[in-house]
C-alpha cells in the first residue's frame, strides 16, 4: 500500500512540475511581445506660394488664406499668414495618432503661380501635392501612419 501512496504522490509532483514549466513558457513568450509597436516622429508641415509672374509681389501682401493643420484630432487653423512660406516647425508625434491633415488655401495672381503643401516626416517628404492658376486654390495632403 506504500508503494502506491507513493506513485501518487510522484503523479501529483510530476504533473504540477509540467504546469509550472508551461505557465513560466507561456509568461515568458508574452514578455517578448509587449514591444512598442509605436514610434515617436519628428514632423514638419510646409506651405510654399510661387508667385509666377515676371514681378514679385512686395511684403507684406497676404497670399494666403488660411492653413490647416491636424494631427489625430487635434485642429488647428491659421488664418491670413503673411509671407511666401508658411511652415509648422519641427515637432514629434507618435505613430498611435495615425493620421496627419494638412491643408492651405490661397490667392494665385499670375497663370503660372503654383500653391504647394508638404508634409515632412523624419526629415523625408511624406506627401506633397502643388495646384497650379490663378485665382483661390487649395491644396491639401494626409499622410497615414497605419500600414495597409
Do not use: R
Amino acid at each position: 500500500m506504500k508503494k502506491f501512496y507513493n506513485a501518487k504522490n510522484l503523479f501529483k509532483l510530476s504533473f504540477l512540475a509540467v504546469l509550472l514549466l508551461s505557465l513560466a513558457t507561456v509568461f515568458n513568450s508574452c514578455k517578448d511581445d509587449k514591444e512598442d509597436e509605436y514610434q515617436d516622429h519628428l514632423v514638419q508641415f510646409e506651405a510654399k506660394i510661387v508667385p509666377g509672374g515676371t514681378t514679385a509681389p512686395t511684403p507684406p501682401i497676404m497670399l494666403f488664406k488660411s492653413v490647416v493643420t491636424q494631427v489625430g484630432t487635434k485642429q488647428e487653423t491659421i488664418f491670413d499668414p503673411i509671407g511666401l512660406t508658411w511652415t509648422s516647425g519641427d515637432f514629434f508625434v507618435n505613430s498611435s495618432q495615425s493620421q496627419l491633415n494638412f491643408s492651405a488655401n490661397a490667392t494665385l495672381l499670375h497663370p503660372d503661380a503654383s500653391l504647394t503643401v508638404i508634409i515632412y516626416v523624419d526629415g523625408e517628404v511624406a506627401k506633397k501635392v502643388t495646384v497650379t492658376g490663378t485665382g483661390e486654390k487649395s491644396a491639401s495632403v494626409a499622410h497615414s501612419f497605419l500600414e495597409l
